[in-house]
C-alpha cells in the first residue's frame, strides 16, 4: 500500500522535532559539562568558579554606573547617555562581570 501525502508530510515532521530536540539537547549538555570542566580546573588548581548573572552587563556604563538599553548603540558599540563614555559592549560587559565577581566575593551580594 502507498503513502499518503499527508502521511509522508506527518513522518517528516516527527522526524524534524527528534532531530531539533536532538540538537538542543546536546548542546545544553555541551555547556554543562563545559562548566564542570572549567570547576574541575580550576579547583585543582586552587581556584573557584564563581558564576555571576550576566544581565544588563553590557549595558551598565563602567564609568559613571548609569544602566540603560540606549547605552547600547549597536549589538558592539557602548556609549553612555549619561557620561558619554565609549567602548566596546563585549569589553564593558566583561568588566561589569568582573566587578559583580568582585563584588559577591567581598560582600556576598
Not at 65 to 72: P, T
Request: contains cysteine; hydrophobic residues 30%.
Amino acid at each position: 500500500m502507498k503513502e499518503s501525502p499527508s502521511q509522508a508530510l506527518q513522518q517528516t515532521l516527527k522526524d524534524l522535532e527528534r532531530a531539533y530536540i536532538n540538537f538542543f539537547s546536546k548542546r545544553a549538555q555541551g555547556w554543562g559539562e563545559f562548566r564542570w570542566q572549567l570547576e574541575y580546573k580550576m579547583t585543582w588548581r586552587g581556584g573557584i568558579l564563581l558564576a555571576v548573572p550576566p544581565h544588563s552587563t553590557s549595558r551598565i556604563c563602567t564609568g559613571c554606573g548609569h544602566l540603560s538599553k540606549d547605552n547600547r548603540k549597536t549589538q558592539a558599540k557602548f556609549e553612555c547617555v549619561e557620561c558619554g563614555d565609549e567602548n566596546h559592549a563585549d569589553l564593558v560587559g566583561s568588566i561589569n562581570i568582573l566587578e559583580r565577581g568582585h563584588r559577591f566575593l567581598a560582600c556576598g551580594e
